[in-house]
């Protein structure tokens, strides 16, 4: 009778193990994380070898890149009232096909944000609508945009390493008396009723071309309401901005510039307070493009640095970018200066391959 007993008991938990094990087979395939291969280094506008005349898609420039591993390219295209030039970007997008570069994305000039409800707005939001037709002609798939009433605030420079300068921001004591910039006093309003209004009209075109939208966070976030006369946007929360803004059209073509560096500067606690953010935007499909700059110090008090350097861990969010499966490009951005490198070239090459070896180490975990 023992016997019996004991044979029936291991055969129960037997069939336990084997109903644990099968549930944990046929758990699904996104819980457990994969290698992802289309997540890469990217190159864009912050370090152009050859110099401006050369143009980003010149010879040296494109070699440049090719040497460090950056196949994909985004290009700043300038300002013009009629719109960008369609044979410019054809050259542009040939010039890469050429060298075995992927014309990936272009950032755009903000002017247009800094115009209030009225007919010159609607003019310029005809050209915004143009030019993300333009793209698609030429096989862009993304457009990156930064909404900026007030210039991009930097207020100090301190000594780094190996001679290098860092750039960096402190809240002045005095913000209050600091002068209103030219779009002069933007209300939170306005600015929702700005930016809801550019969605409005923009997002339904970039779908039908198939092109996504990329918004940069202002830099920095979480300014003072009236800082030079502006209520930021993504002020005082930057995670409650951005699920505020993407959430006005819900649709993969409206997602982010995710500028980590920008994010974490409007965050009391950068290294734990980045990561639910880009785990919220990796997971809707939200993040067209990242950039991967370092920073140390915090909300109101910050100096950019290198990217290995600062607050953030870049192996963990790497891991989030894979397991959620992001496909766009990672871009070192705002890399400290020294005077013998006035362009910045060694300090991007420094970034394309440390970025490089982050993908190249979180798909070798798995």
């Known amino acids: 009778m023992l016997g019996w007993v004991w044979y029936s008991y291991s055969l129960m938990k037997r069939r336990s193990f084997g109903a644990a094990a099968s549930a944990v087979l046929a758990a699904p395939a996104q819980t457990r994380p994969r290698r992802n291969e289309l997540m890469h ?35 700043q295209m300038p300002y013009r009232a009629s719109g960008w030039d369609l044979a410019d970007l ?16 272009i950032r755009m000039d903000s002017g247009y944000i800094k115009l209030g409800n009225g007919p010159d707005r609607d003019r310029e939001l005809d050209v915004v609508v143009g030019n993300v037709r333009k793209a698609a002609q030429v096989g862009v798939k993304i457009i990156t945009y930064h909404w900026t009433v007030i210039p991009i605030r930097r207020n100090r420079q301190t000594p780094g390493r190996g001679g290098s300068t860092y750039h960096g921001f402190k809240l002045e004591s005095d913000w209050r008396n600091l002068p209103a910039g030219d779009s002069g006093r933007v209300t939170a309003d306005d600015y929702w009723e700005r930016i809801t209004y550019f969605l409005q009209h923009v997002i339904p075109v ?57 994010v974490a500067e409007g965050l009391k606690n950068p290294r734990a307070g980045v990561l639910p953010i880009v785990r919220y935007l990796g997971q809707r499909g939200k993040i067209h493009q990242i950039h991967m700059r370092n920073i140390k110090g915090a909300l109101y008090d910050f ?61 070798s975990e798995v």
Not at 90 to 99: F, G
Not at 236 to 257: C, H, L, M, T
Not at 313 to 330: A, C, K, Q, V, Y
Not at 339 to 359: E, H, K, M, S, V
Request: charged share 20%; hydrophobic share 35%.
């Open 90 to 105: 054809k050259r542009m997008r040939d010039n890469c096909d050429r060298a075995g570069v992927v014309f990936e994305a």
């Open 41 to 75: 280094v990217g190159g864009d506008y912050h370090s152009v070898a050859g110099g401006p005349g050369a143009g980003p898609t010149g010879k040296e420039n494109l070699e440049y890149n090719l040497r460090h591993g950056v196949k994909h390219l985004t290009v």
């Open 303 to 363: 100096e950019e640095v290198y990217p290995d350097e600062g607050v953030m861990n870049f192996l963990e969010i790497m891991r989030i970018l894979r397991d959620t499966g992001f496909s766009g490009s990672i871009c070192p951005d705002h890399m400290p200066r020294h005077t013998g490198d006035p362009g910045g070239l060694q300090a991007f090459a420094f970034g394309y391959g440390y970025l490089r070896a982050l993908i190249q180490a979180v798909n």
């Open 206 to 262: 970039a779908r039908e071309s198939s092109v996504r939208m990329a918004c940069h966070p202002y830099d920095p976030p979480g300014l003072p309401f009236g800082y030079q006369g502006a209520d930021n946007w993504d002020s005082p929360s930057v995670f409650d901005a951005i699920k505020r803004y993407e959430a006005i059209i819900d649709s993969p073509y409206n997602g982010f510039q995710l500028c980590l560096g920008t």
